[in-house]
C-alpha cells in the first residue's frame, strides 16, 4: 500500500520511518500541501496521508477518486480542512482523535505563563545584559478565574492545570460533560466572569469567530484569550482592535485564521503580506507559537502509531475505529455499531 504524504517536516519523516516499509506500507514524502495542483501527486497510491493545512476540497477528492485513491489518513485530531460530506461513497476517511491532550493543554498553560509573566520580554532582556525589571510586572494566576471552551480531551487536562494553580475554573460546552471538573456556565457568563479565555473546542460553523467584537465587549477589561485550538474561532481583526483599545489584556495565539500560507515555513527574510497577522505579532501583548502546541515528542510517536494502524486496521478488516462516518449523523461517533460501516 503506497501512501503519499504531505506537507511533510522532517519531525513528521523522522516519526513515520520506522513504520516505512513494513507491513506492506510504502511512503512517499511531499513537502507540498495538498492542493487541486499538488493532488496529482498521489498518482498510483492506495492512500494519502495529510495535515491540518492541506486542503481536501471537492475538486481534490473527485479528483483522489478518480485516480483510484481509497483512504485519507489525516495525521491529526481535527478534520475541519476535509470536506467529509463529500468525502462519502468515494473516500474512508480517517483521524488520530487523541495523540497527546497533554501536549496542547501544556503548551495553553505554557503561552498563558509566559506571556502574564512577560517571560518572552525578560528572555530577550537578559541576553542582552538588561537586568532591569520595568514593564515586567504580571499577575498572580491564583484566585484568577478561567473560561474554558470546550471540555473535550484537551479542554479537561486544561482544567485539571488551572485548578494545580488555584484557580476558579468555569467552563461551556454545547455537549456538556459530567466529569469536565468545573462548573458550566452559559457562554454570557463565562464572557462576563472570566480572566483568562482558553479555547479547546472544534472549528464548526457555530463556533467560526466565537471571539468577535460583540464577544470581546461583553468581556472583563484586561481579558487573555488563549488559543490552542483552530484559528478561525477567533476574527483576528476584533482582536486586534480589542487589543488596540486596552479592552483585551493578552493574547496567546498557536492558530491563525489565516495560518495556512505562513505557519510552518521560514519567512524570517521575507515581508509577510498579512498586515494583521504583522501588526498582532508587533504587539508587546501577544504571543504567536506556529500551530506548535501538538509538538512533543510522545505526541509524535502517538499520532505515527495510530496513523499507520488506523492504515493496517482498515485493510485488514475493511473498518476502523477512528474513521469519519458523515453519513451516521454524528461523525466521530457512528451511530450504527462500527463494524457496520456506512460504506
Ligand atoms: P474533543 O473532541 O475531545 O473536544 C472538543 C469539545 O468541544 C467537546 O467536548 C465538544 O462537545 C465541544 N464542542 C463542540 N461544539 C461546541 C460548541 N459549538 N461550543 C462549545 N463546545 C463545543 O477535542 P480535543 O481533542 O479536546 O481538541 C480540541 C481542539 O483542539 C480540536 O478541535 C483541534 O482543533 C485543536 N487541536 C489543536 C492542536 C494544536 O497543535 N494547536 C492539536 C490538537 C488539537
Known amino acids: 500500500m503506497k501512501f503519499a504524504f504531505f506537507d511533510v517536516k522532517p519531525y513528521d519523516k523522522a516519526s513515520f520511518d520506522k513504520f516505512n516499509g513494513k507491513s506492506g506500507l510504502e511512503f ?32 481534490v477528492i473527485d479528483r483522489l477518486y478518480k485516480m483510484g485513491v481509497k483512504m485519507i489518513a489525516l495525521r ?14 468515494k473516500l474512508h476517511v480517517f483521524h488520530v482523535p487523541a495523540y497527546s491532550p497533554y501536549a496542547v493543554a501544556e503548551h495553553a498553560m505554557a503561552m498563558l505563563l509566559t506571556s502574564i509573566r512577560r517571560i518572552h520580554k525578560a528572555y530577550i532582556r537578559t541576553r542582552d545584559f538588561n537586568f532591569s525589571l520595568n514593564n515586567l510586572t504580571g499577575f498572580d494566576l491564583h484566585g484568577k478565574t478561567a473560561g474554558i471552551i470546550g471540555t473535550g480531551k484537551i479542554g479537561k487536562v486544561f482544567i485539571n492545570i488551572c485548578k494545580g494553580f488555584g484557580m476558579r475554573v468555569i467552563a461551556y460546552d454545547k455537549f456538556p460533560s459530567p466529569d469536565c471538573g468545573a462548573e458550566y456556565v452559559p457562554l454570557e457568563k463565562l464572557f462576563a466572569e472570566s480572566d483568562i479565555i482558553s479555547l479547546h473546542c472544534p472549528l464548526t460553523e457555530e463556533t467560526k469567530h466565537i471571539i468577535n467584537s460583540d464577544s470581546i465587549s461583553k468581556m472583563k477589561k484586561g ?36 495560518e495556512a500560507d505562513v505557519f510552518f515555513q521560514d519567512f524570517s527574510g521575507h515581508i509577510v503580506s498579512d498586515d494583521v497577522l504583522a501588526r498582532l505579532i508587533s504587539m508587546p501583548n501577544v504571543i504567536v507559537t506556529s500551530h506548535q502546541a501538538f509538538l512533543t515528542e510522545e505526541a509524535l510517536n502517538n499520532i505515527a502509531e495510530t496513523t499507520v494502524s488506523n492504515i493496517l486496521d482498515f485493510n485488514k478488516n475493511g473498518w476502523c475505529e477512528n474513521e469519519l462516518c458523515y453519513r451516521c449523523g454524528s461523525i466521530e461517533k457512528c451511530k450504527k455499531d462500527r463494524q457496520q460501516k456506512c460504506f
Do not use: M, P, W
Not at 52 to 58: A, F, G, M, R, S
Not at 84 to 89: D, E, L, M, V
Open 28 to 59: 512517499k514524502y511531499f513537502e507540498s500541501h495538498l492542493t487541486e495542483d499538488t493532488v496529482d501527486l498521489a498518482k498510483d497510491c492506495t492512500g494519502v496521508c495529510v495535515f491540518v493545512n492541506d486542503t481536501v476540497n471537492k475538486t
Open 76 to 89: 491529526c485530531a481535527g478534520y475541519n480542512n476535509v470536506d467529509i460530506k463529500n468525502c462519502y461513497g
Open 223 to 258: 481579558v487573555v484569550i488563549v488559543n490552542t485550538s483552530r484559528g478561525a474561532l477567533i476574527n483576528a481583526e476584533d482582536l486586534l482592535q480589542g487589543i488596540k483599545e486596552r479592552k483585551i489584556g493578552a493574547a496567546c495565539l498557536d492558530v491563525y485564521e489565516e
